[in-house]
């Protein structure tokens, strides 16, 4: 008998809850009618390869008689190998891309002295008097 795929990523444990509890009300067909799905997006959905949106899982609570919160916990318990705690780590360690790179020093962070700038580097900064495309130039004074 081949091995049953164990999920690995936590979108995929968040598809097995569903998919559990859906499985008395008649499993990923009842998903596809309540949600309005193709059947290939509840399967892409229940595998983890296309995540669940939160009104999603709030639909799918509703008609399962439970809450988004309990779909989510009992996810980061499965995630976490029985520990919601050690799901939540494992869930955040598992994003590699910093919100934002940091700077390399402070001084990087400070803009150049406008002496010290070329004439074409002044032409790029954005001026208050020069931000209306149609006025490139000084208005005359009032007669």
Do not use: C
């Not at 309540?34 to 509703?62: N, Y």
């Amino acid at each position: 008998m081949p091995k049953i795929n164990e999920p690995r990523t936590f979108d995929q444990h968040l598809g097995a809850v569903i998919g559990g509890l859906a499985r008395p009300h008649g499993g990923r067909p009842f998903l596809v009618s309540l949600l309005g799905w193709s059947k290939g997006t509840v399967d892409r959905r229940m595998a983890g390869t296309a995540p669940f949106l939160m009104k999603e899982i709030e639909i799918v609570a509703r008609a399962l008689h439970t809450t988004p919160a309990a779909i989510g916990e009992q996810a980061l318990r499965n995630y976490g190998a029985g520990s919601e705690e050690e799901g939540m780590k494992k869930l955040i360690a598992e994003e590699t891309e910093p919100v934002s790179p940091a700077p390399v020093s402070l001084d990087e962070r400070r803009s150049q002295s406008i002496a010290d700038m070329t004439d074409e580097e002044l032409e790029g900064l954005r001026s208050v008097a020069n931000t209306d495309p149609e006025i490139g130039y000084d208005e005359p004074d009032a007669p």
